[in-house]
């Protein structure tokens, strides 16, 4: 007894259930990233205000042209880093459609870098780069810092008494890839759970104190991303020696209306 087909007309109405379900998804999972990184920011914003404060007050206080050309020059620059770090949690908070487009990755990786920076200061995570290159790729560029916001938390949550963390951007022309790579020196993931890293729901630790993380949806979303970007996810682990996750993404020529390059940053913290 064969079953009855399905109208074509309730097929298309579930496959747009799903594709807004995985778009809601998405944005939970990048609100929730948000979340992760709001007591860090907030005390980076308290050490803004500190520093504009103090600045305001010591320009008050000398009437001298050098010491309130000083004063100005740090309150401008605070400001700056103030705004720049807003510009940059309202853009991947809202997310940019689903539109893609030529993108330098380093420019992009960068971007990530200012949400992230004091984050990992915090947790004494010495964070340093490797830009060799300013490889293209055509991507949605909110999509891709998801993925990299991700992995970033889990590399720090993977080390809760500080270590190293290496960001990468290589580019391979023989294969037509770029790659991402997010090295930690934390505790590594057994052989018999780095089989299961991408599935759905599978996780190898609990949430945080904030709740944050343990739902086991991030690396599995991390993975449709990159996939869907015809690109590949790639980790490798040691326990007791740490975790490499690796993002490769079809290069693309760079154009004159691609984003980026900007000048490469060689270390933070």
């Known amino acids: 007894m064969t079953e009855p087909l399905i109208p074509q007309t309730e097929v298309e109405a579930l496959r747009q ?3 807004a379900l995985r778009h809601k998804l998405l944005q939970s999972q990048r609100l929730s990233t ?11 914003f308290n050490n803004i205000l500190t520093t504009v404060i103090n600045y305001a007050k010591m320009g008050l206080r000398h009437k001298d042209a050098n010491s309130r050309d ?43 870098l200012v949400l992230v920076e004091k984050d990992l200061q915090m947790h004494r995570a010495r964070l340093e780069t490797n830009f060799s290159e300013h490889p293209q790729a055509e991507i949605n560029a909110g ?8 992995l970033i938390i889990n590399a720090r949550q993977a080390m809760p008494n500080g270590g190293r963390m290496l960001i990468s951007v290589t580019s391979n022309r023989e294969s037509g890839f770029a790659e991402i790579g997010v090295r930690d ?6 052989p018999e759970q780095l089989k299961k890293i991408f599935d759905p729901f599978f ?11 343990g739902s086991g949806l991030g690396l599995s979303l991390c993975r449709e991303v990159i996939e869907a970007h015809h690109g590949r996810i790639r980790v490798e682990s040691t326990v007791g020696v740490g975790t ?16 980026g390059p900007t000048k490469p940053m060689q270390k933070v913290g």
């Open 17 to 19: 259930e799903v594709a």
């Open 244 to 259: 490499q996750f690796t993002l490769k993404l079809p290069l693309v020529a760079a154009t004159a209306g691609s984003i």
């Open 203 to 213: 996780s190898t630790k609990q949430a945080d104190e904030n709740g944050q993380g």
């Open 143 to 150: 999509q891709i810092q998801q993925v990299l916001l991700n």
């Open 70 to 112: 000083k004063s100005f020059d740090k309150i401008l620059a605070a400001g700056q880093r103030a705004a720049k770090i807003t510009t940059g949690m309202l853009s991947y908070a809202r997310g940019r459609g689903d539109r893609r487009e030529p993108y330098d990755l380093v420019t992009l990786v960068q971007e990530v």
């Open 185 to 190: 020196s934390g505790c590594g993931i057994a």
């Open 34 to 44: 948000v979340g992760a990184l709001a007591s860090s920011v907030t005390h980076e």
